[in-house]
């Protein structure tokens, strides 16, 4: 079993910056596709990046492309976003999220283990 704490919240003006962590416990993930998904009120949570076991291979949504980069340290089991350029539609509860090599890394459903989620608000 795979628990996840998600920290680095806050909140933030419009252009500032943020680093999320993702610190894994139970067992270690460094086999594990690792994604940061995001959920603003009254709407679906959303994929926003994702990176293979590898730190190779990345992923993003078009929406942070540029903006947000995905890391992970799999000595220290942890995983991170770092979040430039806020803008206040960024606004939301971050997730991360931990699953297996195969399968597709952009949709919740795909995903085994969940942190509880950190919420970050932009201001303008």
């Known amino acids: 079993q795979v628990q996840l704490e998600e920290s680095g919240g806050g909140l933030v003006q419009a252009g500032g910056s943020l680093r999320l962590s993702c610190a894994a416990s139970?067992?270690?993930?460094?086999?594990?596709?690792v994604g940061w998904f995001r959920q603003a009120p009254g709407k679906e949570r959303e994929f926003v990046a994702a990176?293979?076991?590898?730190?190779?291979?990345?992923y993003y949504a078009n929406s942070v492309k540029g903006r947000f980069t995905i890391s992970r340290d799999n000595a220290k089991n942890t995983a991170y976003l770092q979040m430039n350029s806020l803008k206040p539609e960024d606004t939301a509860v971050y997730y991360c999220?931990?699953?297996?090599?195969?399968?597709?890394?952009?949709?919740?459903?795909?995903?085994?283990?969940w942190g509880q989620g950190t919420q970050v608000t932009v201001s303008s």
């Open positions: 139970g067992r270690t993930i460094s086999s594990y596709v």
């Open positions: 990176i293979g076991w590898n730190r190779y291979s990345t």
């Open positions: 999220a931990a699953k297996g090599p195969s399968g597709t890394y952009y949709i919740t459903s795909g995903y085994d283990y």
